[in-house]
């Protein structure tokens, strides 16, 4: 009878025991998350913007497109000059564009010619306002534009987020 009494004695001390360790081991294991810091999304940030970079300027160079000039965060390709009046912010033009996503895939195609403001956003994203800045009348361009200056990170009904896009971009006339 002696050896139950010791038995059950030990049998609770080591109950009490068990369940003491597991709450402190799940207490410590509650407390170590970890929350996002702003240099963490920094530094993603960053590391999304070059490699959309490094996509851009692999495009340019499997095109063969030279001479392209970077204005204001977008790339612009000159495929037919004009020396006709110069393109200005507040200006009305109408213009015709056939976008497309870098790998190629066709979203969209104006063939009949779109009125724009320029530097008034609308339907037309604002890395294209900033490349028909200083364009003239009749001239064609290639205009690659970043996400971030395109539709960023939620995209819209027809192009993905995070999408670069290529526009083929012909300036009709003016006011």
């Known amino acids: 009878m002696k050896n139950q ?39 993603a940030n960053k590391s999304a913007v070059n490699e959309e970079n490094e996509m851009i300027y692999n495009y340019i160079k ?28 507040k200006d009305f033009v109408q213009i015709l564009y056939k976008v497309s996503l870098i790998n190629g895939k066709i979203v969209e195609e104006k063939k009949t010619p779109q009125h724009i403001v320029v530097g008034k956003s609308g339907d037309i994203p604002m890395g294209v ?12 361009a290639i205009i690659i534009v970043p996400s971030h200056l395109g539709y ?3 995209g819209n009904k027809i192009i993905p987020p995070k999408s670069t896009l290529i526009y083929e971009l012909t300036v009709l006339k003016g006011n």
């Open 62 to 89: 499997r095109h063969g497109y030279t001479n392209v000039i970077r204005k204001d965060g977008v790339y612009i390709y000159n495929i037919k000059k004009s020396n006709n009046t110069i393109v200005n912010k």
């Open 129 to 140: 306002h900033y490349a028909l800045e200083g364009m003239r009348l009749g001239e064609k």
């Open 5 to 43: 009494k010791i038995t059950f004695v030990i049998t609770i001390v080591t109950l009490i025991l068990a369940s003491c360790n597991c709450n402190t081991s799940t207490e410590k294991i509650v407390n170590h998350k970890k929350k996002p810091t702003k240099e963490s999304f920094i530094i």
């Open 152 to 154: 960023g990170v939620a």
